[in-house]
């Protein structure tokens, strides 16, 4: 199975380690203890990775915090064997 993480956030440096940023601060925290990278992909940040038997995509959108769902969608669309989404 193949699961979509949404770490939601704004982008930019006013908003480093923000409230506004603790989607992003959560999906960096994953992706670090998961040993993987993010690499700048169409509309996110982006990181794969595997856990029990799982596949994780897991971005961090380059979008503001109100439009991440155009970077939501795009991803659900590309992943096409994707099973869930959860944003945080």
Same mark, same amino acid.
């Given at each position: 199975? %193949?699961?979509?993480? @949404?770490?939601?956030? +704004?982008?930019?440096?006013?908003?480093?380690?923000?409230?506004?940023?603790?989607?992003?601060?959560?999906?960096?925290?994953?992706? %670090?203890?998961? /040993?993987?990278?993010?690499?700048?992909? %169409?509309? @996110?940040?982006? @990181? /794969?990775?595997?856990?029990?038997?799982?596949?994780?995509?897991?971005?961090?959108?380059?979008?503001?915090? +109100?439009?991440?769902? /155009? @970077?939501?969608?795009?991803?659900?669309?590309?992943? %096409?064997?994707?099973?869930?989404?959860?944003?945080?």
């Amino acid at each position: 199975m %193949k699961y979509l993480i @949404a770490g939601l956030g +704004n982008i930019g440096p006013d908003y480093i380690h923000t409230r506004h940023n603790i989607g992003f601060d959560v999906a960096d925290s994953l992706a %670090k203890s998961l /040993e993987v990278s993010f690499s700048n992909d %169409k509309k @996110a940040w982006v @990181a /794969e990775a595997r856990y029990k038997s799982r596949s994780l995509v897991i971005i961090k959108p380059t979008t503001f915090m +109100n439009l991440s769902g /155009e @970077a939501v969608r795009y991803w659900l669309t590309t992943q %096409k064997s994707l099973r869930k989404t959860l944003s945080l």
